[in-house]
């Protein structure tokens, strides 16, 4: 697989320390909403593509109610880009391939 799925709260703090000055992508969603589901070819093409480059996650929101709240995590899905523990940009709704693409480039 070439994203990480995250179980818990200290499970995405963890990833997020050992990723130092890597961009850190986090995709939250939950597996009964469709722009989510839609998203996912997406998510998963980009994390193929930048593989060793990039540090892919992605997040339930029901499973990780925590790293939800933590985030202010309202609308699915919402996408962060994190480097060095701080949230560079947020992206929120369907994304097409492109407009994420773009974000990847912009802070990788």
């Known amino acids: 697989m070439s994203y ?3 179980e818990t709260k200290a499970d995405l703090g963890e ?3 050992s990723a130092g000055d890597q961009l850190v992508v986090i995709d939250f969603g939950a597996v009964w909403c469709g722009p989510c589901k839609d ?3 997406t998510f998963k093409r980009l994390a193929d593509k930048y593989s ?7 997040v339930d929101v029901d499973d990780n109610d925590e790293a939800a709240a933590e985030y202010d995590i309202s609308n699915l899905p919402t ?3 994190i480097r060095g523990g701080q ?3 947020r ?7 492109d407009k994420l693409h773009e974000a990847v480039e912009a802070h990788k």
């Open 52 to 58: 060793g480059e990039v540090m892919f996650l992605k």
């Open 79 to 81: 996408f962060l880009f």
């Open 15 to 17: 990833k997020l320390s």
């Open 39 to 41: 998203c996912e070819p």
């Open 87 to 89: 949230v560079l940009q």
């Open 91 to 97: 992206l929120t709704g369907f994304m097409t391939y």
């Open 4 to 6: 990480t799925v995250v």
